[in-house]
């Protein structure tokens, strides 16, 4: 690994996005692929617009802004190679189960949510702000 991949990595863990347009029309086939760290989701123009979180990885964390005009989409990814190709799961802020299938959350226009991996393929929703 050299100077340049330990910036990328480090850029993709620690920093953070803003400028990021969510997928007009929501769903998860070509929902917008977010980041480790910080993402500020600036453009969601019609409620359900969406996004996809990147792979569930132990201690990986990840925090969302909607800085839009609608409601936002949050999914799962589909299939995630650090679990055989299964599909990660989201652990809703105040429940211990995941959402059923493709069950999105969704995030309010002014608010910021977080998750964190604590096992391989499941994102637990820890926060949820204004």
């Given at each position: 690994m050299d100077a340049t991949d330990m910036s990328k990595f480090f850029n993709m863990v620690l920093g953070?996005?803003?400028?990021?347009?969510?997928?007009?029309?929501?769903?998860?086939?070509?929902?917008?692929?977010?980041?480790?760290?910080?993402?500020?989701v600036d453009t969601v123009a019609t409620a359900a617009d969406?996004?996809?979180?990147?792979?569930?990885?132990?201690?990986?964390r990840c925090t969302i802004f909607n800085?839009?005009?609608a409601?936002?989409?949050?999914?799962?990814?589909q299939s995630n190679s650090q679990t055989g190709g299964a599909s990660d799961a989201i652990i809703?802020?105040?429940?211990?189960?995941?959402?059923?299938?493709n069950v999105a959350i969704t995030l309010a226009v002014g608010h910021g949510t977080t998750f964190?991996?604590?096992?391989?393929?499941?994102?637990?929703?820890?926060?949820d702000f204004a």
């Open positions: 953070a996005v803003a400028g990021v347009t969510a997928h007009a029309g929501g769903g998860i086939p070509l929902a917008t692929p977010i980041n480790l760290g910080f993402t500020s969406s996004v996809v979180l990147p792979p569930a990885i132990v201690s990986a800085g839009g005009a409601s936002l989409s949050i999914y799962n990814l809703p802020h105040g429940s211990a189960v995941p959402n059923a299938g964190v991996c604590m096992r391989p393929g499941y994102w637990k929703q820890v926060a």
